[in-house]
């Protein structure tokens, strides 16, 4: 059971890290860019929201198959194919978590208007300056929301999991398939034992967030 939490909470750790990395400048430039394909870009970045997890899976396995060339690519650079390996889950993740994390931080740049990013402008800081040091604080209620809503949401992942990973022990059996297949096997009790762990789990995070959310908002109109 403890390798099964600690693979979970391996695997929502390694793809938020991942997600705030990649995903917190894409949602900026989603924000702020001028130019007229970016919605095409945000519909991209949205389409796990209304996709059936089984598609992404379908497609991410055919994409890194061995004998593909990105499987190939990448099998070569982590010295196994990825289907069915602990990286393989990270990557389905991302690519399935990605709509949750970057809406909130883009919705918290564009919240924050033009006035801060002008004046600092007016100081002749450069843009690179002014991303890290005006724009990702006055995000920082979308940073925390956008992580928070990732990490969980990997948590409670299950049909790119099962899809691109399958259960292999200490390798890809994560929570959500160790509950499937509990509920399988018809052994009720550890069913709801993880199904309960789960569930408390994410009230506590979607409180946690409300409530830090609420402080920041506190902290802002003082």
Not at 209 to 218: C, G, H, I, Q, S
Request: no cysteine; proline share 6%; charged share 10%.
């Amino acid at each position: 059971m403890l390798e099964i939490v600690f693979l979970t909470l391996k695997l929502a750790f390694v793809s938020t890290v991942i997600l705030l990395i990649f995903g917190t400048p894409l949602a900026y430039w989603l924000a702020r860019s001028p130019v007229w394909w970016r919605e095409i870009i945000g519909a991209i970045v949205t389409l796990p929201l209304v996709l059936p997890a089984t598609v992404i899976g379908f497609y991410l396995l055919v994409f890194l198959a061995p004998n593909s060339p990105a499987g190939e690519v990448l099998g070569n650079l982590f010295g196994h194919p990825l289907p069915f390996h602990f990286e393989g889950l990270v990557l389905g993740s991302v690519i399935y978590s990605l709509p949750f994390v970057v809406q909130p931080i883009r919705i918290a740049f564009e919240a924050m208007g033009e006035l801060p990013l002008e004046a600092a402008a007016t100081l002749r800081s450069s843009p690179l300056n002014a991303f890290f040091t005006v724009a990702l604080p006055l995000a920082r209620s979308g940073l925390i929301t956008g992580g928070v809503l990732g990490f969980a949401h990997t948590i409670g992942e299950f049909g790119v999991v099962l899809m691109i990973g399958g259960s292999i022990p200490g390798e890809t059996r994560v929570l959500s398939i160790a509950i499937y297949e509990a509920v399988e096997n018809l052994e009720w009790s550890k069913a709801h034992i993880m199904a309960g762990g789960m569930l408390g789990f994410s009230f506590a995070v979607i409180l946690l967030m409300m409530l830090l959310n609420k402080t920041m908002d506190r902290s802002r109109n003082a």
